[in-house]
C-alpha cells in the first residue's frame, strides 16, 4: 500500500506524454491559424523542437518500466488486439508525424498549406494517443482504474499541462499569443474540474473493495497527497495567470517555474493513480 513511486517510468511518461499533447494542440493553432510571417514561422519552429524533446524523455522512460528495454519494439507485437500495442503504436505515430513535420518545416521544404494539413493529422494523432493511453487502464479486474475517471484525469492533464506548456514555447519564440487568456482559462476549469473528479473518486473507493482488500485503504494519505497536488498545480498556474491579468502578459522564466510545479503535481497526482491497483481477488463489491 502507498504511493506508487515504483512506477515513475510510466508516470513520466503518461503526464509527459500527456502535456506534449496538449502543447502540440496550442502550437500547431498558431501555426494554422496565426498568420505568422517568415521570421516568426522559424523561431515558433525553433521553439516546437521541446516538444520533440520531452517526447523522446517520455518514450526512454516507459521503456525502463519493461523486464528488458532492448526488447521495446515486442510492445508492438499485437496492434489492434493489445491495448498496451495501441499505445505505444498510437504513441510512435504521433511522434513520427509530428517530428518529421518539425525537421521538413525546420529545413524549409514544408509547403505551407501541405505544412497545415500535415499538422492537423498530427493533432489528431495526439487525440488518439492521449486515448489509447487510457484504454491501457480499462482493465475490468481493477475496479480502481476501470472507470471514467482514468480516461477523464488523462484527457484533463492533457489540457492542464499542455495550454502551460504551448503558451509557454511561443513566449519563448517572440510571440505575444492573443489566446492566452482563453488558454489560461481553460486550464483553470480543466483544474476545476480535476478537483471534482478527486473528491467524487476518493468518495467512491470507500464503496469498492474484494475479499481480502478494500480500495479506501491503499493510500491512507489520499487527501493529504491530493491537497499537495492541488497546491502545487494551483501555484504553477499562478506563475503564468498572475502576471498575466496584471500586465498582460508573464515572463518566460516565470512560466518555466510554473511549468515544473504543475508537472510536479500531475506527478504527485499520477503516483496516487498507479498506487490504487488492486486486483478483484475472489470478489469485488461496490
Known amino acids: 500500500m502507498g504511493m506508487g513511486w515504483h512506477e515513475w517510468p510510466l508516470m513520466l511518461f503518461t503526464v509527459l506524454g500527456q502535456s506534449?499533447?496538449?502543447?502540440?494542440?496550442?502550437?500547431?493553432?498558431?501555426?494554422?491559424?496565426?498568420?505568422?510571417?517568415?521570421?516568426?514561422?522559424?523561431?515558433?519552429?525553433?521553439?516546437?523542437?521541446?516538444?520533440?524533446l520531452l517526447m523522446g524523455i517520455a518514450f526512454v522512460a516507459s521503456t525502463l518500466h519493461l523486464g528488458s528495454p532492448l526488447r521495446a519494439f515486442n510492445s508492438l507485437n499485437r496492434v489492434g488486439a493489445s491495448a498496451l500495442s495501441n499505445e505505444i503504436a498510437s504513441g510512435a505515430l504521433f511522434f513520427a508525424v509530428g517530428g518529421f513535420y518539425w525537421l521538413l518545416a525546420i529545413l524549409g521544404r514544408m509547403p505551407p498549406a501541405l505544412g497545415k494539413v500535415w499538422l492537423?493529422?498530427?493533432?489528431?494523432?495526439?487525440?488518439?494517443?492521449?486515448?489509447?493511453?487510457?484504454?491501457?487502464?480499462?482493465?475490468?479486474?481493477?475496479?480502481?482504474?476501470?472507470?471514467?475517471?482514468?480516461?477523464?484525469n488523462f484527457f484533463l492533464t492533457t489540457l492542464i499541462c499542455g495550454p502551460l506548456l504551448g503558451v509557454l514555447l511561443?513566449?519563448?519564440?517572440?510571440?505575444?499569443?492573443?489566446?492566452?487568456?482563453?488558454?489560461?482559462?481553460?486550464?483553470?476549469?480543466?483544474?476545476?474540474?480535476?478537483?471534482?473528479?478527486?473528491?467524487?473518486?476518493?468518495?467512491e473507493l470507500a464503496s469498492i473493495n474484494s475479499s481480502v482488500q478494500q480500495a479506501s485503504t491503499l493510500i491512507p494519505q489520499y487527501g493529504q497527497l491530493m491537497v499537495?497536488?492541488?497546491?502545487?498545480?494551483?501555484?504553477?498556474?499562478?506563475?503564468?495567470?498572475?502576471?498575466?491579468?496584471?500586465r498582460g502578459n508573464a515572463s518566460v522564466m516565470g512560466m518555466v517555474l510554473g511549468l515544473i510545479l504543475v508537472i510536479a503535481g500531475e506527478l504527485v497526482g499520477r503516483g496516487v493513480f498507479y498506487g490504487l491497483h488492486m486486483t478483484v481477488g475472489m470478489v469485488v463489491a461496490g
Do not use: K
Open 120 to 152: 492537423w493529422v498530427t493533432m489528431a494523432l495526439g487525440v488518439v494517443f492521449v486515448y489509447a493511453m487510457t484504454r491501457v487502464y480499462q482493465i475490468d479486474t481493477v475496479p480502481t482504474w476501470h472507470n471514467g475517471y482514468t480516461t477523464l
Open 170 to 203: 511561443l513566449r519563448a519564440a517572440g510571440l505575444a499569443v492573443s489566446a492566452r487568456y482563453s488558454l489560461a482559462i481553460l486550464s483553470v476549469v480543466a483544474l476545476l474540474a480535476s478537483l471534482c473528479a478527486v473528491m467524487m473518486q476518493g468518495y
Open 20 to 52: 506534449v499533447v496538449g502543447a502540440t494542440l496550442v502550437m500547431a493553432g498558431a501555426v494554422i491559424g496565426g498568420n505568422l510571417n517568415e521570421q516568426q514561422g522559424r523561431a515558433v519552429h525553433r521553439s516546437m523542437f521541446c516538444l520533440w
Open 228 to 246: 499537495g497536488r492541488l497546491v502545487l498545480v494551483v501555484s504553477g498556474l499562478g506563475c503564468w495567470i498572475c502576471p498575466l491579468l496584471r
